[in-house]
């Protein structure tokens, strides 16, 4: 039983890091960066947003209530990216990251719900023939959770570390990073085969 438990937690601290679908990194990244430390409250609160949009989307897909092209998902899941890179773009230094919870969570939730898209497929053969298909989802959500924490945790103490050490402008690190990500997202959206 625990073992099966540990099993499942950590197909799902796996399935955020792994180094083939970076994806779900780069939406941490673009999610965390206009934050330090002390906002941690809010951070995970949009993070957990994010896992519960992720499970909700498995929920249905696993039990058949939502299905949705494979290539259609491939391609939102960039463009979600996309959007939260330019909103860290267009608002960086102008405190939008202190907002109310608003448009930020719920479009948070949203994202999350099309990336759990994404891996319903992949999700639904793990599960196979299993009777407990919601246990099985709750421990796989546990990893995902602690695999975002961890991503979280990394950028905001390398923002730290940026804008205290070398002293980097708050500004302009949310620029640059968010930047880059925008110049790695482009090409995903451009190949996707929803496209072609």
Request: overall charge positive.
């Amino acid at each position: 039983m625990l073992e099966n438990f540990w099993f499942n937690v950590q197909y799902g601290i796996h399935h955020v890091l792994d180094i083939k679908a970076y994806d779900h990194v780069l939406f941490l990244i673009v999610l965390t960066v206009p934050y330090l430390f002390k906002d941690w409250k809010r951070v995970l609160l949009l993070v957990t947003m994010f896992t519960l949009g992720h499970s909700l989307s498995l929920v249905l897909a696993v039990y058949g209530v939502v299905t949705v092209k494979a290539t259609l998902v491939e391609f939102l899941i960039p463009i979600t990216i996309l959007i939260v890179a330019l909103f860290n773009v267009f608002t960086s230094g102008k405190g939008a990251q202190k907002e109310k919870i608003g448009v930020l969570f719920l479009s948070t939730l949203f994202f999350g719900l099309i990336h759990g898209l994404g891996f319903a497929r992949e999700f639904k053969m793990l599960l196979g023939d299993s009777d407990s298909k919601l246990m099985l989802l709750l421990e796989f959500a546990v990893g995902i959770e602690l695999a975002q924490i961890i991503i979280v945790f990394a950028v905001l103490l390398l923002g730290y570390i940026m804008q205290t050490i070398f002293r980097f402008n708050k500004r302009d690190w949310i620029l640059v990073i968010s930047a880059i990500v925008v110049g790695l997202v482009i090409p995903m959206i451009l190949n996707s085969p929803f496209l072609t």
